[in-house]
């Protein structure tokens, strides 16, 4: 694993809101049903539409808090929205994302889930 990404998923760990997110059964049941691949397919147009573009006009508003595992973990992770990328991940937010940022995302919240799934 990313040591990078394994010392940010700790420093969440440690945060009082982030660390209240877990996958519940729904969630692990739908990843089975769909495969990781299908998910991480997921995660990256989410990414894609929801935090790459350069002004987001819903910035902090455009993740929801259920209907997806990859939201769940994307509010788990701090890559819900451009502020909290920037307060955890130092990805600034007045730029689009570039793809080395975007799957740095895609990594951060795909750990997350094999973590969550493995537990």
Excluded at 25 to 44: C, M, P, W
């Amino acid at each position: 694993m990313n040591n990078d990404i394994d010392l940010i998923l700790k420093k969440l760990g440690n945060s009082k809101f982030r660390s209240k997110f877990h996958l519940n059964d729904k969630n692990k049941n739908y990843i089975s049903e769909k495969g990781l691949a299908k998910i991480q397919e997921h995660a990256y147009e989410f990414i894609e539409k929801r935090l790459t573009p350069k002004q987001i006009i819903n910035d902090g508003k455009q993740t929801p808090f259920t209907g997806h595992p990859v939201f769940i973990a994307q509010h788990a992770t701090a890559t819900c929205c451009r502020s909290c990328l920037y307060k955890w991940h130092h990805i600034p937010k007045d730029i689009e994302l570039s793809q080395q940022q975007k799957f740095y995302i895609l990594d951060v919240i795909m750990t997350w889930i094999l973590k969550e799934l493995t537990k």
